[in-house]
């Protein structure tokens, strides 16, 4: 059985339809990336997950068992938010201990060493943190507090390129001393996706890929030739999309392709996963 399960989802709000009949089986201990554009539903099925808001209709269960109103269930899971939940006032240091008391399992060392790592003073009040430091703060909780289910909503936001780096690797290392199920929302997908294992995109509110991230990677591909010669060559494959240039054109596919049925003078080029993502959802 999956671990959670996300069962004909809707969610409304008044005449907006941000999540329209979702469906999805997430496995225990796996890595996933949740990647939509903006207003794509990412944040509202997150909510969902951590019975923050109610569906309109549907049902979610993790480890077989409703989400809704299970205080047991959700204190096995952190959401991290891009709004710091915590008070303003509060130390970081204060906001560690106060952490163990929802999660017991939490671990005040390990979160001392992060800081140490991270360059954040535990000092310091969390109101006087940058947008940055804000980030590592909630990162820190995160890591530290060993529940079975993390949740991240753009956990680099404000993270200069060391910082990032250094939270991959930490993610990566807390991931394999202890596996558990993690969810990252990102807009930085080409940098995620070295630590993502399954893929999941959401356009206007429904599903439109859940994957393995190798098994996307090797059907990507972008093909380049005359505009004649790419419109006979992509006749009955799935295209994601085209470019145009003069009397050059290239085209972004889907799909498992074989070497030899490229017809000579068009260039074949594989895709990453954040060009794939952006020709997946365009307009």
């Known amino acids: 059985m999956s ?3 996300i069962s004909n989802i809707t969610k409304t709000f008044g005449n907006t339809i941000a999540l329209d009949n979702v469906s999805l089986k997430l496995d225990q201990n796996k890595i996933y990336g949740l990647l939509g554009r903006n207003g794509a539903g990412k944040t509202t099925l997150l909510n969902l997950i951590t019975n923050k808001v109610f569906p309109t209709e549907g049902e979610i ?8 109103e299970n205080d047991k269930l959700l204190s096995k899971m ?28 939490f671990d005040e060392n390990y979160a001392k060493v992060l800081s140490e790592k991270f360059l954040l003073k535990n000092s ?13 703060f909630k ?21 200069d390129a060391n910082h990032r780096d250094l939270f991959y690797k930490e993610l990566l290392k807390n991931y394999s001393e202890k596996p558990k ?32 991230v190798e098994k996307v ?19 009955g494959k799935n295209v994601l999309g085209t470019d145009s240039l003069g009397g050059l054109k290239t085209a972004y596919l889907l799909e498992k392709i074989d070497q030899t049925t490229i017809p000579v003078g068009l260039e074949v080029t594989k895709l990453d996963l954040q060009k794939l993502f952006i020709h997946m959802t365009n307009s």
């Open 3 to 5: 671990y959670i399960e």
């Open 61 to 68: 269960k993790v480890d077989g068992e409703s989400v809704v």
């Open 78 to 105: 952190y959401f991290m938010t891009e709004k710091n939940l915590y008070p303003e006032h509060m130390t970081v240091k204060s906001a560690f201990k106060w952490s163990k008391e929802f999660y017991p399992d």
């Open 124 to 136: 310091k009040k969390i109101k006087s943190l940058s947008t940055g430091y804000q980030s590592i």
């Open 139 to 159: 990162i820190i909780v995160a890591l530290s507090c060993n529940a079975p289910v993390i949740l991240l909503d753009e956990p680099v936001l404000g993270l």
């Open 181 to 212: 199920t993690i969810i990252i929302s990102t807009h930085l997908i080409e940098e995620a996706s070295d630590v993502i294992e399954d893929v999941i995109v959401i356009k206007d509110g429904k599903v439109i890929m859940n994957d393995s």
């Open 217 to 235: 990677l090797l059907q990507g591909y972008s093909v380049s030739g005359t505009a004649v010669a790419i419109d006979e060559f992509i006749v």
